[in-house]
């Protein structure tokens, strides 16, 4: 036994029946879900580029990194020691490597340098893996990749900011953008008066000699230590968009003003701050009057993260619950041996299954879609609103079940779960809370009426293979065609089984018979339950439980 060893006979007694300490992982080799849905989705090189990532996200190393910075939050400095103004947010080193990892191989890029080659496939994949190292880092990765769409409405801020953005290179010094070898966006949009109603926001831009300038507050600053941010501002014309840099155009810090750190449930290796603009130079981007419509661009993009996240999240769960049932005895028998345990992990995995399957389906419209796949780019349009919602609405009380397979032990702070539990309501918070996205759906189904063919079209291929699946399908197009005063009361509804029927549909036509008839019977059939682990009687438990590590 090493030196360095945990010592398993103590004063009074020996340590046993607790699982081994938890070593690396690979995360992408073990992954049967996401090795398949990249070999159905993806071009080859996308889960080549992954091998490295899977490996070493999994390690203890990066591992310990992920735990570290969370026990480590970032702290806010107003000024320096002479009073002169800072804004600035000092994080744990953990937190830097871990934006190395990604920065540094080029995943917040990957969707714009191989775009419509699969680029969106590669970032929502490694998104998926990023967050089982640790998922508050990812929000910065996210705002960073996202902001490309918005940058594309102006000529001059693509030339200036773009080729930073790209660079594969963290550079977490506060210097001007032209100082530095990489860059990294937010985002600042909320407001207190108005929260998602961002119509309410009043924050003014004015024009000057030199710009314009901003003045008013941002109730939630993403990612404060950006180079960069996209936020939201009134105009004589409207709401416009606009780029506040770090740095002004004469290397001058920007009137920022970091008010303080929101203190979250969750999150805790991310920054999240409230400011103030006074005065702050900023440029505009795209029409003054369509800031909103200019800045859902942005939206898009981060929703579909907000929708990998949870996934990735509920994977690590996963893991961590069917490691410690296989090696935990109770009454007489490993705990993974008995059957009502087989079906809550077997019920756990089948959400993993399914979500997988959604975010990569999504990632390939968008792909499609910047190849001029119109059909492609109306499912789009959709999908990620349908996955935030229905991922994120399954992903607490799935945090919670795997905590409970552990018992007492999984309700402590060593262990994964109790970050992933804190940390699992935020995506279904930010980005659009779950009201805001269902009427975004309703939104989409009115004005887009496409978005609705290419649904039916998506699950066209699954009927006629599942009798549950053809019912629920039969029901939802009777329900989609009620008029909009019956519509909205049962949006959440209507959202939901849009999901759930997509996912289904996925799995029927590409997963195992084991995995896509046990989803249908236990999502769509009556046998149903809110609860994980209500499987219907007969469930092939075994077949399931056997793809959750290859």
């Given amino acids: ?66 735990e570290a910075a969370n026990r480590h939050p970032p702290e806010l400095r107003l000024f320096d020691r002479h009073g002169r103004r800072l804004d600035e947010v000092t994080y744990h080193p953990a937190y830097h490597e871990l934006m190395h990892l990604a920065i540094d191989h080029g995943w917040h890029a990957v969707a714009w340098q191989e775009e419509g080659r699969g680029g969106h496939q590669a970032h929502v994949a490694a998104l998926y893996l990023l967050t089982q190292a640790e998922p508050g880092f990812c929000c910065p990765i996210t705002m960073t990749h996202a902001a490309m769409p918005v940058l594309r409405h102006s000529t001059r801020a693509q030339a200036h900011w773009a080729p930073g953005l790209l660079a594969w290179d963290y550079d977490p010094r506060p210097l001007p953008a032209e100082d530095k070898t990489g860059l990294t966006f937010g985002m600042a949009m909320t407001e207190k008066q ?41 105009t004589d014309d409207g709401l416009g968009c606009f780029l506040v840099p770090r740095f002004t ?8 003003e970091l008010q303080r750190l929101k203190e979250k449930c969750g999150n805790r290796a991310n920054a999240s701050a409230e400011i103030e603009y006074r005065g702050a130079w900023a440029e505009p981007i ?15 993009q981060t929703r579909l993260d907000a929708a990998t996240a949870p996934v990735g999240m509920m994977r690590q769960a996963l893991l961590a619950a069917w490691q410690h049932v296989r090696e935990r005895q109770a009454f007489g028998r490993a705990l993974a041996e008995q059957p009502l345990m087989q079906a809550v992990i077997a019920d756990l995995s089948l959400e993993v299954e399914a979500g997988v399957a959604l975010a990569m389906r999504t990632a390939r419209a968008f792909d499609a879609a910047a190849r001029g796949d119109e059909s492609e780019r109306a499912l789009g349009r959709l999908l990620p609103a349908l996955a935030k919602y229905w991922h994120n609405k399954r992903s607490p009380g799935f945090m919670a079940e795997a905590m409970e397979c552990l018992g007492g032990i999984g309700y402590v702070e060593e262990s994964p779960l109790a970050r992933l539990y804190r940390e699992a309501p935020v995506n279904s918070i930010w980005e659009g809370s779950g009201n805001v996205i269902c009427l975004d759906v309703l939104r989409v189904l009115s004005r887009h009426p496409e978005a609705l063919d290419a ?38 509804w209507l959202t939901q089984r849009l999901a759930q029927c997509l996912q289904a549909s996925l799995l029927v036509q590409h997963a195992p018979a084991a995995v896509a008839d046990t989803f249908c019977a236990a999502r769509l059939g009556g046998e149903t339950g809110p609860a994980y682990g209500v499987l219907p009687s007969g469930s092939p438990c075994a077949a399931l439980l056997a793809r959750i590590e290859s």
């Avoid at 030199?210 to 009134?234: E, I, Y």
């Fill in 1 to 66: 036994m090493s030196d360095h060893a945990p010592r398993t006979r103590l004063a009074t007694h020996r340590v046993t029946n607790q699982p081994a300490p938890s070593g690396g992982l690979d995360l992408l080799s073990g992954d049967t879900p996401l090795l398949e849905a990249l070999d159905r989705e993806a071009p080859d090189w996308v889960a080549r580029r992954l091998v490295s990532l899977g490996r070493e996200a999994g390690s203890e190393r990066i591992q310990a990194l992920g």
């Fill in 249 to 256: 155009p004469d290397g001058e810090r920007n009137a920022v």
């Fill in 286 to 300: 795209g029409p003054p009057d369509r800031g909103i419509a200019t800045i859902l661009e942005m939206v898009q």
């Fill in 455 to 492: 649904f039916w079209q998506e699950v066209a291929p699954a009927r006629g293979q599942d009798r549950l699946l053809d019912a629920a399908l039969a029901d939802l197009e009777r329900r989609v065609a009620e008029p909009a005063e019956v519509l909205e009361p049962g949006a959440r």
């Fill in 194 to 234: 108005g929260g998602s109603d961002v119509r309410a926001n009043s924050t003014r831009a004015a024009p000057g000699e030199d710009g314009w300038r901003l003045t008013g507050h941002k109730w939630f600053c993403s990612a404060p230590m950006s180079d960069a941010f996209l936020t939201l501002a009134q």
